[in-house]
């Protein structure tokens, strides 16, 4: 089986391993490709993200790595870009700028005229005080805003890869609303949509399922077989914060591609290509 996983931190970010960590723990684990893609530098002060002080230093461990360990593995240099309307910057800008081998861009904070709703992180509270503060506790107006805005990061940046689309229900935990209900089915095949139109990979992504914070995998089960009768391109991620964690349920969820009816998944080798499942 080919292993490759594209969308990992490190401690440029708000991972716990260092660049060099994460590539051995890779190494170890029989990669063949490994992606860095820290949290891309946001304008307003955070614990999360890479630091624009950091930012050449990222640049130059990830290059000095790749050269290091090239016998190895093949390592690639990214970012997971928050998008943020207003707030982000021209992202294919900065990726040319840095050049980057990738994109992955993700919603992490929905915007709302009274604030930024974070809908990740291990905290239900900050979830649920958001919810509230910006939004009146109308979960449909949220949930619709979140996917307003990745739709808006589909159609504008174009990334190569859309992170954990679904990633808005994770906290949700059946309280506020059922992931069946058509209201909420229909924003997220309008979304599926989207990526088959823009001809995007989407990640299937196992840090939730595996940090215990979600049962399924972002997205979960029914979507990642809708993704298959679109034939939308997937690719399988860790999401990896420590060492330990770069390929994480990785067998596991090619397997479960199948299950659903995907036929082959998509992996970078200096250029995107499928291969059989
Ligand atoms: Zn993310
Ligand atoms: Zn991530």
């Known amino acids: 089986m080919l292993k490759f996983n594209y969308h990992n931190h490190s401690t440029y970010c708000d991972g716990k391993s260092s660049l060099?960590?994460?590539t051995l723990s890779a190494i170890e684990k029989g990669l063949s490709y490994y992606g860095f893609s820290a949290h891309s530098p946001v304008p307003f002060d955070n614990d999360f993200a890479l630091q624009y002080s950091e930012l050449q230093n990222y640049l130059d461990q990830t290059r000095r790595l790749k050269t290091k360990y090239q016998d190895k593995i093949k390592l690639f240099t990214s970012m997971e870009f928050d998008y943020i309307p207003k707030l982000s910057e021209d992202i294919r800008e900065r990726a040319e700028e840095y050049n980057l081998d990738y994109i992955i861009s993700s919603?992490?904070?929905?915007?709302?005229?009274?604030?930024?709703?974070?809908?990740?992180?291990?905290?239900?509270?900050?979830?649920?005080?958001?919810?509230?503060?910006?939004?009146g506790g109308d979960i449909r107006k949220a949930v619709k805003a979140f996917?307003?805005?990745?739709?808006?990061?589909?159609?504008?940046v174009k990334p190569n890869i859309v992170g954990h689309f679904d990633k808005v229900k994770m906290h949700n935990k059946d309280r506020y609303f059922k992931e069946d209900e058509t209201w909420y089915r229909d924003l997220v095949i309008q979304t599926i949509d989207l990526m088959k139109e823009e001809d995007l990979i989407c990640e299937v992504n196992a840090r939730g399922l595996y940090k215990g914070?979600?049962?399924?995998?972002?997205?979960?089960?029914?979507?990642?077989?809708?993704?298959?009768?679109r034939n939308v391109k997937v690719t399988i991620s860790?999401?990896?914060?420590?060492?330990?964690e770069v390929d994480m349920l990785f067998a596991d969820c090619w397997d479960h591609l199948k299950a659903c009816g995907h036929k082959e998944?998509?992996?970078f080798d200096d250029q995107w290509k499928p291969i059989s499942l």
Do not use: C
């Not at 307003?148 to 589909?154: G, L, P, R, Y």
């Not at 860790?238 to 330990?244: E, G, P």
């Open 20 to 22: 060099e960590e994460m």
């Open 107 to 135: 919603v992490h904070l929905v915007n709302s005229e009274n604030g930024l709703w974070f809908i990740d992180g291990s905290k239900q509270e900050s979830y649920d005080k958001g919810l509230r503060e910006y939004f």
């Open 147 to 156: 996917y307003d805005q990745t739709n808006e990061m589909i159609t504008k």
């Open 213 to 229: 914070r979600s049962n399924d995998y972002f997205p979960q089960t029914s979507w990642v077989k809708e993704l298959a009768k």
């Open 238 to 244: 860790s999401d990896s914060h420590k060492a330990d």
């Open 265 to 267: 998944v998509w992996y």
